[in-house]
């Protein structure tokens, strides 16, 4: 390698700033437009998000709390009735420069879909003007800067990202990450030193201050595209050391990733300091990842380099469907295809870098064919790192498992695929003027590749469902309003119980649902969204065994003013929830939605009866009870899955099992555990459960006929365990040892179950 330092080729002088940036922002223009056209934005709706649901819900989300208050933060309509403490899921602190753009335009308007509309159209901008400053630094003459800085922003990737990873669309870092790990590599000149001044300040320069603050924006701009930033610089540390053989070449990417990664702690400080508003709450991590997931989510070759699903040339669609329809990998969605220009840069790098080590060994190689080789040199170290079973397997395995989505590794590997296409384009176009070709010849060849080089990396797929995407909302919006106006300020119970964030789908309703009503909402508190894992807030997350008469008659008390159930939930459609609300209640939904989903009932009736047939310290107590509802419970070994018929429910067990309970609080807890005990054949056969606190309960003779258990235990914090094991046969017949069953077993505070038993002496 080159030990020199130099930009590559410059153009034609140095160009005025105000003409490249004037020249950026028509880029970036042109990038916007294509990225209407391709997804014809025009039949959308600016007040509906373009493409809600999924991820895209909590994306809205955020910038809904961001418009609200100013900032992302403790939302108050969220996890009724303590609030969400949003700031514990600290993954929005890493996009603080995507967060403030969506600041900026929430300035202009308070609509939080319209910002993200806007925010989400203004990313192809953003990333078409920084494409083109980047390549123009690297020293690529203005025709092809405007080529590959327009293509890069409308990679696949930023079509499949859409609006359900918004902030990761909004990749115009990576442009800046790339200039600074080249220039490391000796094609742009980075810090730059003062001849008029000694010793350390005069490091001090603009040229010095630019490089620094690109770093801290990498550091701002996601903490994906941060730690990839950061993994570049110091996996070509040693190419530059060895290049200019001197260890302090090490020096700039070390001072470079320590920029980075101390810009990456400073924007998560709000997280990391954050206190809950509960003086008693606890607080566990919410984003645990699993080493396993870093090849779930892996970077696979073959997904950036084959035709994007629903190619446009049918051949191509073919050979990239051989692929798609049979692959067994899952990934994150969406196939982060280079296309065809990006698919060329990729393989003539790779080549060149694979050639320049084997075939030039101890040669000198300068200007485009030394950069050629280096944007492989980088894209190899970057495949070798991020690829399913890579050095991130080893990173997941030894280190942490915390940075899983590698495949999001795909976008930097294209901005060096996008510059060597930046090389072989220059040459080409400078073929074709050395050839004779006018001047305007030359410039329609460029354009020409533009367009049928988005043409291939874009496909009919890219374009949102427009016409169902607004029904689906509208229906969503009459739903929550009719609540709205019917109970202004009131607080809403929703079922079933979905953990947030980042839950796997329950029957068929998505993990963010819960989500979407407040979405359309001004005054409503909804239980939903209380970040898991955080005491009291997550209370809901204790409550998912309790009979549906009891937790009604427990939230009511507590405050709450109606009832949202979302069918989608229940695998019978919430046929049987509904008949419990309704056998309690006596009346149907008040509200329904347009697509008979979701269901509102008024607990105003309820709390009619709860005040008329339970006296007051009742009520506050049992309201308080389900409110700091720390127990929950999991069968443990010994026990075989849940069994049903109709609205009966079971568990068989052999001659031992365990069921295992967890008290979330601090201090100790009632609970009360209630189930119906049998064992197997009508003989006579012992049954003893071992307490938490070592005592026993001996119940002989259960037989075959259940045996109504009811037990009152006071919880440390903590795990706790009850034991039980029987004397009894198995069951014939069955190639399970089955001994014993318990019936209906729950778990809950006696103070539920006392006012339930109130409304039930009625």
Not at 359 to 378: F, I, K, P, S, T
């Amino acid at each position: 390698m080159s030990a020199r330092s130099h930009d590559v080729e410059a153009g034609p002088g140095r160009p005025r700033i105000l003409v490249e940036l004037l020249i950026a922002a028509a880029v970036g223009v042109l990038a916007m437009l294509a990225a209407i056209w391709v997804q014809q934005l025009w039949r959308g709706h600016l007040r509906i998000p373009f493409a809600p649901g999924g991820d895209q819900t909590v994306t809205l989300l955020d910038i809904k709390t961001l418009v609200e208050q100013g900032w992302y933060g403790f939302n108050q309509h969220l996890g009724a009735p303590y609030g969400s403490s949003l700031p514990e899921f600290s993954v929005q602190y890493g996009d603080a420069s995507q967060l403030s753009i969506a600041w900026v335009l929430a300035l202009f308007s308070d609509d939080p879909s319209l910002v993200l509309n806007a925010l989400y159209v203004l990313g192809f901008g953003i990333c078409g003007s920084v494409g083109y400053l980047a390549f123009r630094v690297l020293g690529f003459k203005r025709s092809t800067a405007v080529v590959v800085g327009f293509l890069y922003a409308t990679m696949h990737y930023h079509f499949a990202r859409a609006q359900s990873h918004a902030f990761l669309g909004l990749y115009y870092v990576v442009p800046v990450i790339g200039v600074l790990v080249l220039g490391v590599l000796g094609h742009v000149r980075l810090f730059a030193r003062r001849s008029d001044v000694d010793g350390l300040r005069g490091w001090i320069s603009w040229r010095s201050a630019a490089v620094v603050l690109a770093a801290v924006a990498a550091g701002i701009s996601g903490a994906y595209y941060a730690i990839f930033g950061t993994i570049a610089l110091l996996a070509v540390a040693p190419f530059a050391m060895i290049a200019q053989r001197r260890w302090r070449a090490a020096l700039t990417p070390a001072v470079l990733s320590g920029v980075i990664l101390a810009s990456v702690v400073a924007v998560q400080l709000p997280s990391i300091l954050y206190t809950p508003p509960e003086p008693d709450a606890i607080s566990t991590p919410v984003a645990v990842r699993q080493p396993t997931e870093s090849e779930t989510f892996g970077l696979e070759l073959t997904d950036m380099v084959l035709p994007i699903p629903g190619h446009r040339l049918g051949p191509l669609n073919d050979l990239g469907a051989k692929y798609w329809t049979r692959s067994v990998s899952t990934g994150e969605g969406g196939k982060p295809a280079l296309g065809l220009a990006g698919t060329v840069g990729l393989i003539t790098s790779l080549v060149a870098a694979l050639a320049a080590g084997l075939l030039a060994a101890g040669r000198q190689l300068e200007g485009r064919m030394r950069l050629l080789r280096d944007a492989g040199l980088v894209s190899w170290l970057l495949i070798a790192i991020a690829t399913i079973g890579g050095v991130s397997t080893l990173l997941a395995y030894l280190v942490s498992p915390q940075i899983r989505a590698w495949n999001r590794m795909s976008i930097v590997i294209a901005f060096f695929a996008m510059v060597a296409f930046a090389v072989l384009l220059e040459r080409a176009l400078a073929w074709l003027a050395r050839r004779g070709a006018p001047r305007a010849a030359v410039g329609a060849a460029a354009a020409l590749v533009a367009v049928l080089a988005l043409l291939d990396q874009t496909s009919k797929n890219d374009v949102f469902a427009h016409e169902a995407i607004a029904a689906q909302w509208r229906s969503d919006g009459r739903y929550v309003q009719a609540i709205e106006s019917h109970d202004p300020g009131g607080m809403i119970l929703q079922l079933p119980y979905v953990a947030f964030p980042e839950s796997p789908p329950q029957v068929r309703m998505l993990d963010y649902d819960n989500q979407r009503g407040y979405l359309h909402s001004k005054t409503l508190r909804w239980s939903g969204g209380a970040v898991r894992g955080q005491f009291p807030e997550d209370w809901q997350a204790s409550t998912t065994d309790l009979p549906t008469a009891r937790l009604l008659a427990g939230a009511t008390a507590a405050g709450f003013t109606g009832l949202s159930v979302d069918r989608y939930g229940y695998e019978d459609g919430g046929a049987k929830v509904e008949r419990e609300i309704q056998r309690l209640l006596g009346v149907g939904p008040y509200a329904v939605s347009d697509d008979d989903r979701l269901l509102y009932y008024d607990l105003g009736p309820l709390a009619a009866r709860i005040q008329q047939e339970a006296d007051p310290e009742t009520i506050r107590n049992a309201g308080a009870a389900l409110l700091g509802q720390a127990v929950s419970f999991q069968l443990g070994e010994g026990f075989y899955p849940t069994e049903t018929a109709g609205e009966a429910s079971w568990n068989w067990a052999g001659p031992k099992a365990t069921l295992a309970l967890s008290n979330a609080a601090h201090t100790p807890q009632r609970a009360q555990v209630t189930f119906a005990l049998s064992t197997v054949g009508h003989q006579s056969n012992r049954v003893t459960i071992t307490l938490p606190d070592g005592s026993r309960k001996v119940f002989d003779g259960p037989g075959d006929k259940p045996r109504k258990v009811s037990l009152s235990l006071m919880l440390p914090p903590g795990a706790s365990t009850l034991a039980f094991a029987t004397n009894g046969p198995p069951a014939e017949g069955d190639t399970r040892d089955l001994r014993m069953r318990v019936d209906e077993l729950r778990v809950a505070n006696p103070a539920l179950a006392k006012l339930e038993d109130s409304l039930g002496k009625r």
